[in-house]
């Protein structure tokens, strides 16, 4: 993949607006189906289509966040932001525009992050500094992308679908969902061909991503690919999150290509796992969800995916529970899980390390 970093830029300060919404090519198309859990908007009356740094710092955000929509009126940002409903959103925008508008969107819970990006940080760092969801005020475009590429590793890992009772209709649709597709046997050459045709028509995937994909699917493996920083994961996670057929059926030869690498790791690892042993999990929840846990105390809970975790402790409570209790609509959670092998043997889902 391209390393080549950002090229460097500074948004230009005025708080004069034009009716245009300077969006190009990455504006939304109105058949394009959304395939993550998450967008960036950047908002600056400035913004120039035309500009080279424009287009350098673009690209490199569409690496983070492939769908990505550019703004240069602050009211029609607005309302775009107002129509979101399940996804979050990332916002970069100018100093000026965002401190007439912030304060009054700040609250929105699809509202996950924003960036100051200016050309005087020492003005505007006085009215970001009283607002929790501005993570910064910024000059240069390299440390935004930063920034973004950490947190949008935490909203992933706060928005995996989560059951709080196991007769929960998601609960059981996963689970005959799972089984129908481990049955399912079928060309891995044309299942890749049909994900990255599928991708190209929804135009929510960078190009880089999608024929990164194409060249090296079977140079690595199928974990290298949930963990690594791709479409995959996100893409996966929204499908189940949504429940939406199409991105499961689609990604169908992964999450069976997945299944099958963790049973072989399971086999190959057990006899030398502990009998019993904790694994930990940090992540945001929303407050629906958790007044949800909470009545469920003493039931069950599912994750509806394949689920990550850590056996060091400070990891996921630093690196994701603790930031996650910073953000106004969300609460920042620690799972400790004890894990029995016996127990876990006699189950049909495989773990590994």
Request: aromatic share 10%.
């Amino acid at each position: 993949m391209d390393k080549q970093k950002p090229t460097k830029t500074a948004a230009s300060e005025t708080a004069a607006m034009t009716t245009t919404i300077n969006c190009g090519a990455v504006l939304p198309r109105p058949v394009r189906r959304i395939l993550q859990n998450f967008l960036l908007v950047w908002l600056d009356a400035n913004l120039q289509e035309s500009d080279n740094d424009f287009k350098n710092s673009l690209h490199h955000l569409r690496k983070i966040v492939a769908s990505v929509t550019t703004f240069t009126n602050a009211q029609q940002c607005v309302n775009f932001l107002s129509e979101i409903k399940k996804e979050k959103v990332f916002m970069i925008v100018s100093g000026s525009l965002g401190r007439q508008i912030v304060p009054e969107i700040e609250a929105w819970p699809q509202l996950e992050a924003i960036y100051v990006f200016c050309g005087n940080q020492s003005v505007h760092e006085q009215w970001a500094k009283k607002i929790s969801k501005i993570k910064g005020v910024y000059t240069k475009i390299e440390p935004i992308c930063q920034a973004l590429e950490i947190d949008r590793q935490r909203c992933d890992q706060a928005m995996i679908p989560i059951s709080f009772n196991g007769l929960d209709p998601l609960f059981m649709y996963t689970q005959l969902l799972k089984e129908a597709l481990l049955e399912i046997e079928d060309d891995d050459k044309k299942s890749i061909k049909d994900l990255t045709d599928y991708c190209r028509e929804q135009d929510d995937i960078s190009e880089d991503q999608i024929k990164l994909v194409e060249r090296e699917y079977r140079a690595h493996t199928p974990i290298w690919w949930y963990t690594a920083e791709t479409f995959i994961y996100p893409m996966l996670n929204r499908g189940l999150r949504e429940m939406d057929v199409n991105i499961i059926l689609k990604m169908g030869f992964f999450i069976r290509h997945l299944h099958q690498h963790i049973t072989e790791l399971h086999g190959e690892q057990k006899g030398s796992m502990p009998t019993n042993f904790q694994v930990f999990r940090g992540q945001g929840l929303s407050m629906e969800d958790f007044e949800k846990m909470k009545k469920t105390k003493g039931g069950l809970m599912s994750f509806n995916n394949f689920l990550s975790t850590s056996r060091n402790r400070e990891i996921s409570f630093k690196n994701f529970a603790r930031p996650a209790a910073l953000n106004t609509n969300s609460v920042g959670i620690l799972f400790i899980m004890n894990i029995d092998t016996a127990i876990c043997s006699k189950s049909s889902t495989p773990f590994a390390e």
